[in-house]
């Protein structure tokens, strides 16, 4: 495309408001119904309707706050909750299963089989859907549906309570809702590349440079496909005006940079604040109802109104794709002259899946896939250890919904404290953001480390009454830990894959980065599901956690930064 972009301050912010305000409205399901009260309320739908073992016949829920040792149950349930001298025992010893079909599954592991199951299905959905939300004119339709689809599975928590005999609708709306935020994030991080090359300072960039270079761009390739050499200049220049031109397309790359991330943390930004509004608005039901089953479906449910209600803004405000710079960013020659046919675009988008992971191709951005490698890993485990967290902190700690709702609010926090305080460290040390990333890594690992402290002796029997993850005040300083933690390696992890991406394709590679990053999580909550159900106790999963985030340390370390960047600006996909 050689024509130039003229920037509308009008247009252009209408078009940022929209993409801002659907941050500010989506963001708030994952703070507070994904992270927080969507694991908890699908476990105690569980427990509800659950039975202690061994002998399957005293309800969970009759238990209560007493729990007997496995010895007692077969006393009635109304003598296990009048008799005060009964033995209790710790929670993490005691099991409690619900009957689904033929099976019977842990309470904390029903929870886990849920997401498994919906980011597994999340996956499917994101890469049949790729073309679509690539095409302008259906980009904006895509995120609607999506939307309102996945919040009005969320609304519906608040009709069903956990004594109905459908309660295990409760696991349809839950995978139906993860699937339409999914959905919903890859067609509005497909606006992302055209907001930012739509920004004043990066259309300014941009004519500076072709006034000087003419219509050459970054990253562009000669008509006849074949990709220049790495070790070559992008521009054939001489003397000063090469120089000149390297410089200015320099200014451009930066300028665009700049404005990539500046608007992306701004969406995170505000979607860490509309979540902690929504979580301090549901904390005084939470806590006027005692953290009953209908309290965390209240939460869910108001997070689905919001996610809702504030999507209607971005339905005015983003472009519809009808306009010549909505396109611009996304033509599709091979396909311009065809009559639009969903179906078969939805087979374009496997296809064109199969094709960019062929060997030929890995190996042309091998760096590149080296870190899609690393985020598959990266992205699993640090997901997987804020559930497992949370439902060791109710199920082990027995802490209350109310707490688990503070600590939900306090993590966010620590994580917007944590994205603005890294970046000044990194400057103070002088690392690269790959230095960083890792640092960020090993020091995330500690805290799956540190609950695996609990097995120890003197922490099993009481003797050290605080320390290896074995009391409620434990879980809120690791909160903010893990927040600050967690805020940081989320900016840098989307930084440092940009530079490892082609030129002029960017929102596919940020829809194969988005299917890593929100769909490929399934494989981590299904072997903590196993691990719960195999060992009656979750705390054993801390040791896979640690392997897990620490066998991506070795995959980020093997790769070639320079490399990289070079072998990503000569990019062209053959086909």
């Not at 078969?344 to 590149?368: C, D, H, S, Y």
């Not at 999963?541 to 990289?564: D, K, Q, T």
């Amino acid at each position: 495309m050689t024509e130039e972009l003229v920037y509308d301050s009008r247009k252009y912010k209408k078009w940022l408001r929209g993409w801002l305000s659907y941050a500010f409205a989506s963001e708030v399901f994952v703070v507070v119904s994904l992270t927080l009260f969507l694991p908890i309320c699908l476990e105690q739908f569980a427990r509800d309707n659950g039975y202690l073992l061994p002998d399957h016949t005293v309800p969970c829920s009759a238990a209560n706050s007493t729990i007997p040792l496995p010895g007692d149950l077969s006393n009635s349930t109304s003598s296990l909750i009048s008799n005060a001298t009964v033995t209790t025992a710790p929670a993490e010893e005691i099991r409690c299963v619900v009957k689904l079909g033929w099976m019977w599954i842990d309470s904390a592991s029903f929870s886990l089989y849920v997401n498994s199951v919906s980011v597994a299905l999340q996956a499917l959905t994101v890469i049949s859907m790729g073309n679509i939300a690539d095409h302008p004119p259906h980009r904006k339709l895509l995120l609607l549906f999506f939307a309102f689809f996945g919040s009005a599975a969320a609304t519906l928590f608040l009709l069903l309570p956990s004594t109905s005999p459908i309660w295990p609708t409760s696991a349809l709306l839950g995978i139906c809702a993860n699937v339409g935020f999914g959905a919903s994030v890859v067609a509005m991080n497909a606006y992302l590349p055209t907001l930012a090359r739509a920004s004043e300072e990066v259309v300014m960039a941009r004519a500076d440079m072709l006034s000087v270079v003419g219509e050459s761009q970054p990253g562009q390739h000669s008509n006849d496909g074949e990709a220049e050499d790495a070790s070559e200049p992008l521009l054939a220049s001489q003397g000063d005006d090469h120089s000149s031109s390297n410089a200015l397309r320099e200014a451009y790359n930066n300028a665009l940079s700049r404005a990539t991330s500046r608007i992306s943390s701004f969406g995170i930004a505000l979607g860490y604040v509309a979540g902690i509004i929504l979580l301090i608005i549901a904390l005084i039901p939470v806590t006027k109802l005692h953290g009953t089953t209908f309290s965390l479906r209240l939460a869910i449910g108001m997070s689905g109104i919001w996610w809702a209600t504030f999507s209607l803004p971005a339905a005015a405000w983003l472009p519809s794709g009808k306009t010549k710079e909505a396109n611009m960013e996304s033509e599709d020659v091979e396909g311009s002259k065809e009559l639009w046919n969903t179906k078969r675009e939805i087979g374009k988008a496997w296809k064109r899946l199969g094709n960019m992971l062929r060997w030929r191709e890995v190996k042309r951005l091998r760096n590149t896939f080296k870190f899609l490698a690393a985020w598959f890993l990266l992205s699993d485990g640090f997901t997987t250890i804020t559930s497992t967290a949370m439902l060791f902190a109710k199920t082990s700690l027995n802490m209350p919904a109310t707490s688990l709702v503070l600590i939900g609010i306090v993590s966010p926090i620590a994580g917007i404290g944590g994205s603005l305080a890294w970046p000044r460290i990194q400057r103070a040390l002088g690392w690269s953001n790959l230095r960083v990333l890792v640092t960020l890594v090993c020091l995330a690992s500690l805290l799956p480390a540190y609950g695996c402290l609990g097995f120890l002796p003197a922490f099993r029997n009481g003797s050290i009454r605080f320390g290896g993850l074995t009391t409620p005040a434990e879980m809120y300083v690791l909160s903010v830990y893990f927040g600050a933690v967690y805020g940081a390696f989320q900016g840098y992890a989307r930084a440092f894959y940009s530079e490892l991406i082609p030129h002029g394709e960017e929102a596919r590679w940020y829809a194969l980065y988005s299917i890593t990053d929100k769909s490929s999580s399934f494989v981590g909550p299904l072997i903590v599901g196993l691990i719960a159900d195999t060992t009656g106790n979750i705390r054993y999963a801390f040791f896979f956690l640690i392997c897990m985030v620490w066998s991506a340390v070795p995959i980020l370390g093997a790769i070639n930064v320079e490399r990289g960047r070079r072998d990503a600006a000569v990019y062209r996909f053959k086909g």
